[in-house]
Every structure is written in C-alpha cells, then in structure tokens.
C-alpha cells in the first residue's frame, strides 16, 4: 500500500479560477521580467551614461541636503522638527522620488510620443493589458543605486535621533511608500494621458514631476490655502511627511495614515476611468 493512499492529501485541489489567476500572474511577471532583462541590457549598452546619471542624481541630493543645513544656520526647529528629523525627511522623500523614478517616470514621460508617433498602435493590438506596457516598458536602473545612497542617509540621521523603530514600524514605513508610490504613480499618469487631447504632455508630467521637491519639507512649515492644495489635491507632502512620522514617531493619530490611503485608493480609481475615457477618444496616426 503506497503512502499516498495512508495519508489523506492537505491541500485541496485548486479551482479552476485559482488556477487562470496562476497562470495570468505568472505570464505577467514573466513578460515584466523580459522588460527588465532589456532595460538592464540597454542601460549597460551607455555605461558613461548610466554612471553620470548617477553622479548628477548624488550631487543634486547633496544641494538637497546643504539647502537644510543653511535653513538650520538661523534656526534651531521647523515647527516640532528638528534638523536630523528633517535630514530624515528628505532622505526619505529622494528614497521614493528614486523608486518611482525607476519603475514610472520614463513610462508616464514616453506616453505622448507612442500617441504622437503611432506606436500605441502596436501596445494595443498586443494580448496584454495595454496599461500594464504602457506603464512598465522601461526601468531606470540607475536610480536604485540612488534610492540605495538616500536609505543610507535615512539610517545615519535615525542613528543620529537615536531612533529604534519597531518591526510594526518599518512595515508601517514601507506600506505607506507604496502608497505614495501609488499616489504619484496614478497622478502622473493621468496627466500623462492628457496627450490623447494635446498630442505632447511632457510639460504637464514634468510640471508635476517638480512639485515633487515640496515633499522634503515638513508639512508645518506650510499654511493655508497651499497646505490644502498639497495635502488633499495633490497629495504630495502627505507622501513623504506621513511614512516619516511613522518612523520617526511624530505620528500623534492614525488619521493621516488613513487619509493617504484613501488618497491613494481615490486616485487609483480616478486614473483608471481616465486612462479608460483617454483610450476612448484616441484616433490612430495612421487615420
């Protein structure tokens, strides 16, 4: 008598629907991972490049970085924070502005010149989910050895404020980067897909790519009408400040952390019926 006839299985068998889920997955992560075999393979084709973007990325951090200690020559505090605080802060605000930086932003930029040159054409013909190539063609591979510089920073300024987070913590951290990265990623792309209208929206992504800079500043420093504008609207100082806070714990209540999730909730949906209404109204280059 064989053992498998003794011992009753412990997994039941999969479904049907678990099974195309499986399988939809991995055909995703397998054509991501052929994605990122050609982006390495074209980044190291420009070596020189690829190095002196990284130098000009580390030199604009640095400028980053000097910006805070000349503000803390006439002043000892921005509200409750302090300067090492702060050093975190911005630490954590290029930390996120790299990763998104790497996964998105070469994307969402190159969204107009697939419209304007008729290669959306091609991306939509293609049996994959059209946003999905869109969004993921390319990966900048360079700005991981920057996001790796800021983590650093980010370590020494936390040994600094003699800061021990907890495992809770850094999850918390971490869940709420990816919100953030969510948070921008749906943003930008929804401007991005303004070109379906305006042909060329460069402009419009990069206009948005800068606000970026408000981030590495703490939301006390800001009132008013403008605090509302980039805290609600667009939600950029919500998305390095609240993480920070986490970490740092600044975090008086949880209600920040809800309001960037349900942020990014609400804006994932936004870009979505965007992306949708855009692809409505495109009319190939060939027509």
């Not at 975190?88 to 070469?106: D, K, P």
């Not at 949708?276 to 060939?286: D, E, F, K, N, Q």
Request: net charge positive; charged share 10%.
């Amino acid at each position: 008598m064989s053992l498998e006839s003794v011992v009753p299985s412990s997994t039941a068998p999969e479904t049907p629907v678990a099974k195309s889920i499986a399988s939809r997955v991995g055909r995703y992560f397998s054509i991501y991972a052929a994605l990122w075999k050609t982006s390495v393979t074209r980044e190291m084709s420009f070596k020189g490049n690829f190095i002196l973007w990284i130098i000009v990325e580390l030199l604009w951090f640095g400028l980053q970085l000097s910006f805070v200690s000349v503000v803390f020559t006439q002043t000892q505090m921005i509200g409750s924070w302090s300067v090492w605080q702060v050093v975190l802060l911005t630490g954590a605000s290029n930390f996120i502005q790299q990763i998104y930086q790497a996964f998105f932003l070469v994307n969402c930029t190159n969204l107009s010149e697939l419209v304007r040159t008729g290669k959306m054409d091609f991306l939509l013909l293609l049996p994959v989910n059209t946003r999905f190539v869109v969004s993921t063609r390319q990966v900048d591979i360079s700005s991981f050895a920057n996001a790796a510089f800021a983590a650093c920073v980010m370590v020494y300024a936390a040994h600094r404020l003699h800061l021990h987070p907890s495992a809770m913590q850094i999850f918390g951290f971490a869940a709420l980067c990816v919100v953030g990265l969510v948070v921008h990623y749906s943003l930008m792309f929804m401007l991005a897909s303004v070109s379906f209208w305006t042909v060329r929206a460069q402009g419009i992504v990069w206009g948005y790519y800068n606000l970026f800079n408000i981030a590495r500043m703490p939301d006390e420093a800001f009132h008013g009408a403008f605090k509302a504008v980039f805290t609600f609207a667009l939600p950029v100082l919500l998305v390095s400040n609240v993480p920070v806070r986490v970490l740092a714990d600044k975090l008086s209540s949880p209600w920040s952390c809800l309001v960037l999730v349900g942020l990014g909730f609400v804006w994932a949906l936004i870009s979505h019926w965007f992306w949708r209404l855009s692809l409505r109204h495109y009319t190939s280059a060939s027509t």
